[in-house]
């Protein structure tokens, strides 16, 4: 049989999307369909006294207006998007979700107040500026570290405090540790708000059918099941009579998840009332007002060690912004914890967790998610640990490595989802070894650094290592269908937003049934086609969705073998799949299509004998038993100018191990994606607010993103420790490229300043920051 | 991020241009590539309720030798076509070296000359440049033409003399004298953003190596265009060796600006990076001079 899967194929998606062809929710068109435009919050917290919209109602080409009162009992805060954390001893959870339209109150800059909807986009945003909106401003809560302070404002005002979270996870006893340790390393340690910055906004499109009594909805969700399930249930109709589509999305990184956002929930009710199609398309001043955000978190982090490197606790007591509501439950500060022990054995672990409401909007998992603090936590303190210790950073990590022998190997802390994590399998040392080799670690630490230093060059160099939690369950399933044409159709309810799943689950598919990449048509994100599952987000799609594609792919050939063998008169042992025949093995003109054999399995003639189905079709389900955790190592060079404090990327390299490679030419461009993201983190993208919680860079002219300028070359290395926990044996790498980029910058731009003693305790950095630290430590000198 | 409406003016020659601007007077804008005047739109931080679109007034877009040297520019001439030309290359390379820092091709594609001018803002290279080679503006309305020299078109923060009605028409610079180096030196977070500081520096030289004349003119540290008249006193008459451009650069940066503070660069950065680019324009702009 032909390989497919690890096979360097070219993404057969691409000629679509590169030449304008690919639908986008923005290109559903429909006659008579009206436009919305949303009345937003200035302020990020206020009364909400009145909203008198006469006059925007009378507005020539306005349809409707609606605020809060309109919706009546329609009016209902959004579900919770994950399990609440179950209700044991050590957890307080305090649950409030975002809302329709703002009653009473508004809690950030940019929660809807009213929503207009009239004939043209250009219509509905001056019909908005009709709208006399009376807020009566607030105090502000910005910033978590003073939001429980006694006399902090409220930002729920049935709560006794700002407090949305509190929770205690310990494995051994780390108080004990302490008394012991010889090396105790203590730092503040802080991360700051970044926005996702998809290249396309969100978009819905809501078409109600009153003659059918259907409603379709084209959506720029991850989770266009849930979306669906969830409309059914919020509009009272029947899940049959809803139709979701999550069609080609331009990037998505976590916030298109199944989010039920205020647009979300109101374009398609809205649609219902008007019995009109409905279209909302978010401009990008709007992605910054009201589109979730992450990372925000404040440590007091510690790590103890012996005197030869050996780490022997971590903790970290630590603040989590979650912005004015919390529906995404503990997911991103549970998954920093699941990292906070980065690939180290380390045996004792202590975390004090508070997730606090601030007047910002909400933060939901944004590729990463959570993981790239815990990362930075402890990879900085391991560096701190090793400067102390006058070890070499690389020495230091390999002596604490999880050794390979003792996978399974269990943290003994809850991960997002609750269950114990594990981690499945891995042998890091070897990771670790090919990236440094690759860079040339040795040789530019002994020879090339000192030949630049002594040039006057502000060369540095970092090496870091991570893991990262993949493939959460619950499950996802698909169909699979061979066409009497010979074409394979495949269904599966997770969305795509650019991974090139069209080609990644075709491998999949063609390894099993012998056919061409190119005769597989997939679909994926329309409920029509396929309504079991959640989505796309955790890293999950190429485990969880492609093993169940694998196993319905397996049925299939199973069906493939049963029916040719009774045509061909063979045994099913002596049937090969190739080129879309099966075929006797060594008799090559016996042989039949796919196609014939799918005609043969669907007559027209006769009965469906009892116990059989017709056609060439199974549909199957995959769920893992629990997560499968990746690793990696990230190496760059970079070069400072320390008059400017501009940076330079002069090399940058990523050993990944993701378990089995689909197909490495799609990980690269993950990886690439991933690391891009990662360096925006590092070192240009930071969401600025003010005291009053304005955000001062609400466009892409003041919040930077790294561009083909900023971005280097990345050179990729490949290593592979399959997964137990699924037949594929593959492991996500959505998330990788993004995780330990901060960390690897703090570290290099340490090291590029050796004589300075400089200490990176927080991300995002800039040459302003970088040069405020600097100047603090030339007057210490 | 729609505009309101707007009406809306084609017009092909300049006359025409200027009577509708005389017609609608603080409610028209004249539309150039539109790359600052749209997004302001949408932002709905303008509202004009008329625009005159200038991209059909094929008589603005030129580059053209003017006697003794010099150079002229239509007003709508395409950054893109600045980038490109020969003449530009050879009478105005202070010009030519700040093309490619502005924006990316894309806008270079579509912005003009005389809109950047136009719009006055402090971060624009061609602003500092203009006023660094002692250009020249020429401004027409239904009722004349006048002329202001780049050192007194720009009044401060997106703020010209230019009156609702009038048209910047063209830009003229004078020859560079003979033993004359230039200099362009910029900080920008990814090359293609508005400098978080600039500087345009043009020396002269006399025939024994002395400063004969000297201007130095920073962007993004003010609300216009900064002249270094102290940095350029330290230099007149002087041979700039390293210690004197040194102490130039730091009296640009102690005397010579107010910088103020923003979320890309605090006060402190900017005045650090004051010093930093003067002394190393001054040292490109000498190296260039003495050749
Ligand atoms: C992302 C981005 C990055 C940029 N980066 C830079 C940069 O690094 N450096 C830089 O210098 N610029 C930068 N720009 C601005 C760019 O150079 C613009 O093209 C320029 O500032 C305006 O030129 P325009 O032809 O587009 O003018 P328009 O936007 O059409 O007009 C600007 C203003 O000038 C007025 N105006 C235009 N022409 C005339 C005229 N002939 N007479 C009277 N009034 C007139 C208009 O009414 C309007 O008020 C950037 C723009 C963008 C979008």
């Given at each position: 049989?032909?390989?497919?899967?690890?096979?360097?194929?070219?993404?057969?998606?691409?000629?679509?999307?590169?030449?304008?062809?690919?639908?986008?929710?923005?290109?559903?068109?429909?006659?008579?369909?009206?436009?919305?435009?949303?009345?937003?919050?200035?302020?990020?917290?206020?009364?909400?006294?009145?909203?008198?919209?006469?006059?925007?109602?009378?507005?020539?080409?306005?349809?409707?207006?609606?605020?809060?009162?309109?919706?009546?009992?329609?009016?209902?805060?959004?579900?919770?998007?994950?399990?609440?954390?179950?209700?044991?001893?050590?957890?307080?959870?305090?649950?409030?979700?975002?809302?329709?339209?703002?009653?009473?109150?508004?809690?950030?800059?940019?929660?809807?107040?009213?929503?207009?909807?009239?004939?043209?986009?250009?219509?509905?945003?001056?019909?908005?500026?009709?709208?006399?909106?009376?807020?009566?401003?607030?105090?502000?809560?910005?910033?978590?570290?003073?939001?429980?302070?006694?006399?902090?404002?409220?930002?729920?005002?049935?709560?006794?405090?700002?407090?949305?979270?509190?929770?205690?996870?310990?494995?051994?006893?780390?108080?004990?540790?302490?008394?012991?340790?010889?090396?105790?390393?203590?730092?503040?340690?802080?991360?700051?708000?970044?926005?996702?910055?998809?290249?396309?906004?969100?978009?819905?499109?809501?078409?109600?059918?009153?003659?059918?009594?259907?409603?379709?909805?084209?959506?720029?969700?991850?989770?266009?099941?849930?979306?669906?399930?969830?409309?059914?249930?919020?509009?009272?109709?029947?899940?049959?009579?809803?139709?979701?589509?999550?069609?080609?999305?331009?990037?998505?990184?976590?916030?298109?998840?199944?989010?039920?956002?205020?647009?979300?929930?109101?374009?398609?009710?809205?649609?219902?009332?008007?019995?009109?199609?409905?279209?909302?398309?978010?401009?990008?001043?709007?992605?910054?007002?009201?589109?979730?955000?992450?990372?925000?978190?404040?440590?007091?982090?510690?790590?103890?060690?012996?005197?030869?490197?050996?780490?022997?606790?971590?903790?970290?007591?630590?603040?989590?912004?979650?912005?004015?509501?919390?529906?995404?439950?503990?997911?991103?500060?549970?998954?920093?914890?699941?990292?906070?022990?980065?690939?180290?054995?380390?045996?004792?672990?202590?975390?004090?967790?508070?997730?606090?409401?601030?007047?910002?909007?909400?933060?939901?998992?944004?590729?990463?998610?959570?993981?790239?603090?815990?990362?930075?936590?402890?990879?900085?303190?391991?560096?701190?640990?090793?400067?102390?210790?006058?070890?070499?950073?690389?020495?230091?990590?390999?002596?604490?490595?999880?050794?390979?022998?003792?996978?399974?190997?269990?943290?003994?802390?809850?991960?997002?989802?609750?269950?114990?994590?594990?981690?499945?399998?891995?042998?890091?040392?070897?990771?670790?070894?090919?990236?440094?080799?690759?860079?040339?670690?040795?040789?530019?630490?002994?020879?090339?650094?000192?030949?630049?230093?002594?040039?006057?060059?502000?060369?540095?160099?970092?090496?870091?290592?991570?893991?990262?939690?993949?493939?959460?369950?619950?499950?996802?399933?698909?169909?699979?269908?061979?066409?009497?044409?010979?074409?394979?159709?495949?269904?599966?309810?997770?969305?795509?937003?650019?991974?090139?799943?069209?080609?990644?689950?075709?491998?999949?598919?063609?390894?099993?049934l012998g056919v061409d990449v190119k005769d597989v048509n997939l679909v994926t994100g329309d409920t029509?086609?396929?309504?079991?599952?959640?989505?796309?987000?955790?890293?999950?799609?190429?485990?969880?969705?492609?093993?169940?594609?694998?196993?319905?792919?397996?049925?299939?050939?199973?069906?493939?073998?049963?029916?040719?063998?009774?045509?061909?008169?063979?045994?099913?042992?002596?049937?090969?799949?190739?080129?879309?025949?099966?075929?006797?093995?060594?008799?090559?003109?016996?042989?039949?299509?796919?196609?014939?054999?799918?005609?043969?399995?669907?007559?027209?003639?006769?009965?469906?004998?009892?116990?059989?189905?017709?056609?060439?079709?199974?549909?199957?389900?995959?769920?893992?038993?629990?997560?499968?955790?990746?690793f990696g190592v990230h190496a760059m060079i970079i070069e400072v100018d320390p008059e400017t404090m501009?940076?330079?990327?002069?090399?940058?390299?990523?050993?990944?191990?993701?378990?089995?490679?689909?197909?490495?030419?799609?990980?690269?461009?993950?990886?690439?994606?991933?690391?891009?993201?990662?360096?925006?983190?590092?070192?240009?993208?930071?969401?600025?607010?003010?005291?009053?919680?304005?955000?001062?860079?609400?466009?892409?002219?003041?919040?930077?993103?790294?561009?083909?300028?900023?971005?280097?070359?990345?050179?990729?290395?490949?290593?592979?420790?399959?997964?137990?926990?699924?037949?594929?044996?593959?492991k996500g790498v959505g998330e990788a490229g993004t995780i330990p980029v901060p960390a690897l910058f703090?570290?290099?731009?340490?090291?590029?300043?050796?004589?300075?003693?400089?200490?990176?305790?927080?991300?995002?950095?800039?040459?302003?920051?970088?040069?405020?630290?600097?100047?603090?430590?030339?007057?210490?000198? | 991020?729609?505009?309101?409406?707007?009406?809306?003016?084609?017009?092909?020659?300049?006359?025409?241009?200027?009577?509708?601007?005389?017609?609608?007077?603080?409610?028209?804008?004249?539309?150039?590539?539109?790359?600052?005047?749209?997004?302001?739109?949408?932002?709905?931080?303008?509202?004009?309720?008329?625009?005159?679109?200038?991209?059909?007034?094929?008589?603005?877009?030129?580059?053209?030798?003017?006697?003794?040297?010099?150079?002229?520019?239509?007003?709508?001439?395409?950054?893109?076509?600045?980038?490109?030309?020969?003449?530009?290359?050879?009478?105005?390379?202070?010009?030519?070296?700040?093309?490619?820092?502005?924006?990316?091709?894309?806008?270079?594609?579509?912005?003009?000359?005389?809109?950047?001018?136009?719009?006055?803002?402090?971060?624009?290279?061609?602003?500092?440049?203009?006023?660094?080679?002692?250009?020249?503006?020429?401004?027409?309305?239904?009722?004349?033409?006048?002329?202001?020299?780049?050192?007194?078109?720009?009044?401060?923060?997106?703020?010209?003399?230019?009156?609702?009605?009038?048209?910047?028409?063209?830009?003229?610079?004078?020859?560079?004298?003979?033993?004359?180096?230039?200099?362009?030196?910029?900080?920008?977070?990814?090359?293609?953003?508005?400098?978080?500081?600039?500087?345009?520096?043009?020396?002269?030289?006399?025939?024994?190596?002395?400063?004969?004349?000297?201007?130095?003119?920073?962007?993004?540290?003010?609300?216009?265009?900064?002249?270094?008249?102290?940095?350029?006193?330290?230099?007149?008459?002087?041979?700039?060796?390293?210690?004197?451009?040194?102490?130039?650069?730091?009296?640009?940066?102690?005397?010579?600006?107010?910088?103020?503070?923003?979320?890309?660069?605090?006060?402190?950065?900017?005045?650090?990076?004051?010093?930093?680019?003067?002394?190393?324009?001054?040292?490109?702009?000498?190296?260039?001079?003495?050749?």
């Amino acid at each position: 049989m032909k390989k497919s899967i690890g096979e360097r194929i070219k993404r057969t998606e691409d000629p679509r999307l590169l030449t304008g062809q690919a639908l986008f929710v923005d290109d559903v068109n429909i006659p008579n369909m009206l436009h919305a435009a949303f009345l937003r919050s200035d302020y990020a917290h206020a009364y909400l006294r009145s909203v008198d919209v006469s006059e925007a109602r009378a507005r020539p080409g306005v349809v409707a207006v609606f605020t809060a009162e309109d919706m009546g009992d329609d009016w209902q805060p959004g579900p919770p998007l994950v399990s609440p954390p179950p209700t044991v001893e050590d957890i307080t959870f305090y649950s409030r979700r975002q809302v329709p339209l703002a009653k009473d109150k508004v809690r950030h800059v940019g929660e809807p107040i009213a929503v207009v909807i009239a004939e043209s986009r250009y219509i509905a945003e001056d019909a908005v500026e009709d709208i006399l909106v009376d807020l009566d401003p607030l105090e502000v809560v910005s910033d978590i570290e003073t939001a429980l302070d006694p006399n902090a404002p409220l930002v729920h005002d049935d709560l006794d405090s700002n407090l949305a979270a509190h929770m205690i996870q310990s494995k051994g006893d780390y108080q004990a540790a302490k008394a012991t340790a010889e090396v105790v390393i203590s730092r503040k340690i802080e991360i700051d708000r970044g926005a996702a910055a998809a290249m396309e906004n969100r978009g819905i499109v809501a078409d109600w059918d009153s003659k059918s009594q259907h409603l379709t909805v084209w959506d720029t969700t991850q989770a266009p099941i849930p979306i669906r399930n969830g409309l059914a249930a919020r509009l009272g109709l029947s899940e049959s009579q809803v139709r979701v589509i999550a069609p080609f999305i331009g990037g998505a990184f976590g916030p298109k998840m199944m989010m039920f956002y205020p647009e979300e929930m109101r374009i398609p009710w809205i649609s219902i009332q008007l019995g009109r199609a409905i279209k909302w398309i978010e401009d990008r001043r709007e992605n910054f007002y009201a589109t979730t955000q992450e990372r925000r978190q404040v440590h007091e982090a510690e790590m103890l060690l012996t005197r030869e490197g050996k780490i022997l606790g971590v903790s970290h007591t630590f603040l989590h912004d979650s912005g004015a509501y919390d529906p995404y439950g503990l997911t991103i500060p549970l998954n920093t914890e699941s990292h906070a022990m980065g690939a180290y054995a380390v045996p004792n672990y202590f975390s004090d967790l508070t997730v606090v409401f601030t007047n910002k909007i909400l933060t939901t998992p944004i590729r990463g998610a959570g993981r790239p603090q815990g990362i930075f936590v402890v990879e900085r303190l391991l560096d701190l640990a090793a400067k102390e210790l006058e070890m070499d950073p690389v020495e230091i990590r390999k002596l604490n490595f999880i050794p390979p022998d003792a996978f399974p190997y269990e943290q003994q802390i809850i991960d997002q989802a609750f269950s114990p994590l594990i981690f499945d399998s891995g042998d890091y040392q070897p990771v670790m070894e090919k990236a440094a080799g690759m860079i040339g670690y040795d040789q530019f630490v002994k020879e090339e650094q000192p030949r630049l230093r002594a040039e006057d060059k502000h060369v540095g160099i970092g090496i870091v290592p991570f893991v990262e939690t993949t493939g959460v369950g619950p499950y996802e399933g698909a169909r699979i269908t061979i066409e009497a044409s010979g074409k394979i159709n495949v269904a599966t309810g997770v969305g795509t937003q650019g991974q090139g799943h069209f080609t990644a689950f075709a491998q999949v598919v063609a390894e099993q049934l012998g056919v061409d990449v190119k005769d597989v048509n997939l679909v994926t994100g329309d409920t029509a086609q396929f309504h079991w599952g959640t989505g796309t987000f955790a890293s999950r799609g190429a485990v969880v969705a492609a093993n169940a594609i694998h196993a319905s792919a397996l049925i299939v050939r199973e069906k493939v073998l049963k029916l040719a063998s009774k045509l061909l008169e063979a045994p099913e042992e002596e049937l090969e799949l190739e080129d879309g025949y099966v075929r006797v093995a060594d008799i090559p003109h016996l042989s039949i299509s796919l196609g014939d054999l799918a005609a043969e399995a669907n007559p027209l003639r006769g009965a469906v004998e009892p116990g059989t189905e017709p056609g060439l079709e199974a549909t199957a389900y995959f769920g893992p038993k629990y997560g499968a955790i990746a690793f990696g190592v990230h190496a760059m060079i970079i070069e400072v100018d320390p008059e400017t404090m501009m940076v330079e990327i002069k090399r940058y390299v990523v050993v990944e191990d993701c378990g089995t490679v689909i197909n490495p030419l799609i990980l690269e461009g993950q990886i690439h994606g991933g690391v891009a993201m990662g360096i925006g983190n590092a070192y240009y993208e930071q969401l600025i607010y003010d005291e009053n919680a304005q955000l001062l860079n609400a466009s892409l002219a003041d919040y930077l993103i790294p561009t083909a300028n900023e971005v280097p070359r990345i050179e990729i290395g490949h290593f592979e420790t399959r997964s137990p926990l699924n037949p594929l044996g593959t492991k996500g790498v959505g998330e990788a490229g993004t995780i330990p980029v901060p960390a690897l910058f703090a570290q290099a731009i340490e090291n590029a300043f050796p004589d300075h003693d400089l200490e990176i305790l927080e991300m995002p950095l800039s040459p302003n920051r970088l040069f405020e630290l600097l100047q603090e430590k030339e007057s210490e000198k | 991020m729609k505009p309101p409406p707007f009406e809306y003016y084609n017009p092909t020659t300049v006359d025409e241009a200027l009577s509708l601007l005389a017609e609608h007077g603080y409610d028209a804008k004249p539309l150039a590539g539109g790359q600052s005047l749209i997004p302001i739109m949408n932002f709905r931080l303008a509202q004009p309720a008329v625009l005159v679109d200038l991209n059909n007034i094929s008589e603005l877009s030129y580059i053209q030798p003017d006697e003794g040297g010099g150079l002229r520019l239509g007003a709508m001439t395409r950054h893109h076509q600045v980038e490109h030309d020969p003449l530009i290359a050879e009478r105005a390379p202070l010009i030519f070296e700040a093309m490619p820092m502005i924006a990316t091709s894309q806008i270079r594609s579509r912005g003009t000359f005389g809109g950047s001018i136009a719009h006055a803002d402090p971060s624009a290279e061609l602003v500092a440049v203009s006023v660094a080679l002692g250009g020249r503006f020429r401004l027409r309305s239904q009722s004349g033409e006048r002329e202001a020299a780049a050192s007194e078109f720009f009044l401060g923060m997106f703020a010209t003399l230019l009156e609702p009605q009038e048209l910047l028409v063209e830009a003229t610079f004078p020859a560079m004298p003979a033993r004359t180096g230039w200099a362009l030196m910029e900080v920008a977070r990814r090359p293609h953003d508005f400098a978080l500081v600039g500087v345009a520096a043009v020396l002269s030289l006399d025939d024994q190596d002395r400063c004969q004349d000297t201007r130095i003119v920073f962007l993004s540290v003010g609300d216009g265009p900064v002249t270094a008249h102290h940095a350029a006193e330290v230099l007149r008459g002087q041979a700039p060796t390293p210690e004197l451009m040194r102490a130039a650069a730091e009296t640009a940066a102690a005397d010579d600006i107010d910088p103020s503070s923003d979320i890309h660069a605090s006060a402190a950065y900017r005045r650090h990076l004051v010093k930093v680019l003067t002394r190393q324009a001054l040292e490109l702009a000498f190296e260039r001079a003495k050749l």
